[in-house]
C-alpha cells in the first residue's frame, strides 16, 4: 500500500482527495487527510455575517461528511514534519508515515503579530471577520454602532481573498446608509499597497468606486503597531490613524508546523514550482491552496483551478512519468459592491483583470470589473456550488485555464 498524507481538509484538501480517490486504486493507495477541526468552514460567507445576512449555522458543515469514501479523517493539531523519516507528528503524540505528502493548510490571521493588536480593545473596540468568533461578534458590533470613525485596514501582503476588506467597506457604506447613520460615520480604508488594490486596473476601478462612495483611502500604511490609549495605528513611518472602531485583517500566515519543519519560508508559505506545485525542495511533496507561495491570489477559486492541474499532474508523478499540467494562477473573484451589486474579476500571472463576460463570451451572465446585480447573485449562489459541486470534485464546465475569449484590455471600466 502507498500511503498518502494530506495535511488540512479545507477547501483545497477537500477538493483534491475527492478527485484523487477516483483516480487512484483503493487496493494501491491509502488516503488519509489530517485536520484539527472536526467542522468545515465556508470562509466566503464570513463576509455577510457582520451585516446580518448570514448565522454561523449557515457557513459550517461537519469534515467528516465532506470527505469521500474510501479517505480517513485524523483529528488532531500537526506539529511537524519530518520529510527525511517521510513522517507527520501531531501535538498528542501520534505519529504517520507517509510516501507522499500534500500540505494544504491554507493561512491564518495572526492578530499576535501586530504589538498593540491583542490588548483590551481586542473584540471591544478592534475586530476581525477573518474568522468566525471575529464575525459573529462584529456583528453586535456594528448594530451598537451609529457615529463615529471607522477604520477597515489590511496589516500586510498576502492575505486571503485580498478583495474581502474592499467588500467589507463597500457593504459596511451601504449598511449605515440604510441604518440612516451614513453621515455620522466616517469611512477609512487602510492599505500597505499604493491603491486600493494589487492589479493596477482593478486598483483604479475600486479607487474610483471609494471615492464616489466617499470613503477615505490610506495607502502605503505599513502598520507597525496599535496604541490602545490612543486608539489608533501607527505605522512604520510614524503616521497615526485614530479610530473608533477598527475592522482589521490581521498579518496572515502559513501554519507554524511548516516552518519548525524548515518547509516554509519568512511567512511559512512553501516553495512550489509555480506550475506543477511539486515543492522545490522534497520530490514527494506538494503544497496546493493558500499554503504555497505561488504569486497568485490566495483564494478558494485559486485552489480549485489549481486542484484540477494537480490531480493529473499527482498521478503522473506518481506513476514516474513527467507532469504535463501547468497552472496558470487563474483566479477569479466576485467583489460584492453593495445594495444587492457586485463585480467579478478575472486574472492570472500573466494577465490583468479585463473587461468582457464571464464565462461565456458576450453572453456571460457575469460581467468583468462591472457592477451588476448578476454578479451579486453568482456570489451568493457560490455557497451551494461550494458544498455540493466544488468540494466533492465534480466536473465543472470551466476551464481550469484563463480564457481570453470575449475580453478586451480595459482602461478605466465604466461600471453604472
Ligand atoms: C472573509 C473571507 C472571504 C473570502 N471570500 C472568498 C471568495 O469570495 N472567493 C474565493 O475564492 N475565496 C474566498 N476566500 C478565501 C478562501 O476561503 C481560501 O482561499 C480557501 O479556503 C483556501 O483553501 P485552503 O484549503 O488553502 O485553506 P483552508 O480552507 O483555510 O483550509 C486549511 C485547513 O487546514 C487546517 N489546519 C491548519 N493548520 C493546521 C494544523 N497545524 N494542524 C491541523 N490542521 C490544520 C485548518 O483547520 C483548515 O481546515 C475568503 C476568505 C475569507 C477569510
Not at 477541526?37 to 467528516?64: C, T
Not at 508546523?257 to 514527494?284: M, Q, W
Not at 461565456?360 to 451588476?372: D, I, M, Q, S, W
Request: glycine letters at 10%.
Amino acid at each position: 500500500m502507498r500511503r498518502l498524507l494530506v495535511l488540512g481538509g479545507g477547501t483545497a484538501g477537500t477538493m483534491a482527495v475527492s478527485k484523487l480517490r477516483r483516480r487512484l486504486d483503493r487496493r494501491d493507495w491509502q488516503i488519509t487527510v489530517i485536520d484539527q477541526d472536526s467542522v468545515h468552514l465556508y470562509q466566503p460567507g464570513l463576509l455577510f455575517i457582520p451585516f446580518g445576512g448570514y448565522q454561523p449555522a449557515d457557513v459550517v458543515k461537519p469534515r467528516r461528511k465532506l470527505l469521500p469514501e474510501g479517505v480517513d479523517l485524523v483529528l488532531g493539531e500537526i506539529d511537524r514534519v519530518d520529510p527525511a523519516a517521510r513522517v507527520v507528528l501531531l501535538a498528542d503524540g501520534q505519529q504517520l508515515a507517509y510516501d507522499y505528502l500534500v500540505i494544504a493548510t491554507g493561512t491564518t490571521p495572526r492578530p499576535d503579530q501586530t504589538p498593540g493588536m491583542l490588548g483590551p480593545l481586542w473584540r471591544t473596540s478592534i475586530f476581525d471577520f477573518y474568522t468566525l468568533d471575529g464575525a459573529t461578534a462584529l456583528a453586535s458590533a456594528l448594530q451598537a454602532f451609529d457615529r463615529g470613525r471607522l477604520v477597515v485596514q489590511i496589516t500586510d501582503m498576502p492575505i486571503k481573498c485580498p478583495v474581502a476588506p474592499l467588500e467589507f467597506t463597500f457593504l459596511a457604506e451601504a449598511y449605515f446608509r440604510r441604518a440612516g447613520v451614513r453621515d455620522r460615520v466616517e469611512i477609512v480604508y487602510v492599505t500597505p499597497l499604493p491603491g486600493a488594490f494589487t492589479k493596477p486596473i482593478a486598483s483604479a476601478e475600486l479607487g474610483s468606486m471609494l471615492d464616489e462612495r466617499k470613503i477615505a483611502l490610506e495607502s502605503d500604511f505599513l502598520t507597525e503597531r496599535i496604541d490602545g490609549d490612543a486608539k489608533a495605528l501607527i505605522s512604520y513611518d510614524e503616521r497615526e490613524i485614530p479610530f473608533d472602531l477598527l475592522v482589521t485583517v490581521p498579518l496572515n500566515m502559513g501554519a507554524d508546523f511548516i516552518g519548525r519543519s524548515g518547509l516554509g519560508d519568512e511567512l511559512n508559505y512553501v516553495p512550489v514550482d509555480r506550475h506543477t506545485l511539486l515543492s522545490k525542495a522534497h520530490d514527494n511533496i506538494f503544497a496546493i491552496g493558500d499554503a504555497s507561495n505561488i504569486p497568485t491570489s490566495k483564494a478558494g477559486s485559486v485552489a480549485h483551478f489549481a486542484v484540477d492541474v494537480f490531480a493529473g499532474n499527482f498521478c503522473q508523478h506518481v506513476a514516474g512519468e513527467p507532469m504535463t499540467g501547468s497552472f496558470d494562477g487563474h483566479a477569479n473573484c466576485f467583489i460584492e459592491s453593495g445594495d444587492g451589486k457586485g463585480m467579478l474579476i478575472d486574472f492570472n500571472y500573466d494577465t490583468e483583470p479585463l473587461t468582457g463576460r464571464y464565462p461565456v463570451p458576450v453572453l456571460g451572465p457575469f460581467a468583468l470589473l462591472k457592477e451588476r446585480q448578476a454578479n451579486h447573485w453568482g456570489k451568493l449562489a457560490f455557497r451551494w456550488m461550494y458544498w455540493h459541486v466544488l468540494l466533492p470534485g465534480r466536473p465543472i464546465p470551466l476551464p481550469a485555464h484563463m480564457s481570453m475569449a470575449g475580453k478586451h484590455p480595459a482602461g478605466r471600466a465604466a461600471h453604472r
